[in-house]
């Protein structure tokens, strides 16, 4: 919200094109990947690994929740992984709500300079389709994406 306004700034809706470059889910900053039981639970039979394999290589706890580890060297989520020259999600089809919701995070829309400021890392932000505020509202309160249709999800990485 801009000027005592009691629309968001981004009302007029806002511009992303993945460009499927994996930069939202590398380092060289450390992170958290948060996940639900019930994504834990997906990403588990995806793999075809028994629940305890899957968080026992790919998890930690964080307090009560539960985090996606990263590559040590490198801060990339532990799923991205260098396919055919480019970095890719190899648990694409069952990546967690955070990763879905990206680039529209609370964080990036608290005003136009965080949107731009992620736009320094992301080069898919303001290109592109164009998200209706609609759009983007649903996209950032949809929390159970495995109980509805994903197929216009906004984190089009792979």
Known sequence: MINGNSKPWYVA??????A??????SGPGAGYIWVSKAEVELIARFLNEPVAAVREKYMCRVG???TIIEQ?????CVFLRRI????K???????PNQCRTWPFWSEN????AAWNEANRKCPGINRGRVYSFDQIEKIRKRKKWWLQSSQNDSCLRK
Do not use: H, M, W
């Not at 829309?109 to 136009?112: F, Q, R």
């Open 72 to 76: 040590p060297y490198n801060k990339d």
């Open 20 to 25: 499927q470059c994996g930069a939202c889910c």
């Open 13 to 18: 809706g806002l511009a992303f094109e993945c």
């Open 64 to 66: 009560l929740r539960t």
């Open 109 to 112: 829309l608290k005003n136009p």
């Open 84 to 87: 055919d020259g480019q970095k």
């Open 89 to 95: 999600c190899v648990i694409y089809s069952v990546r």
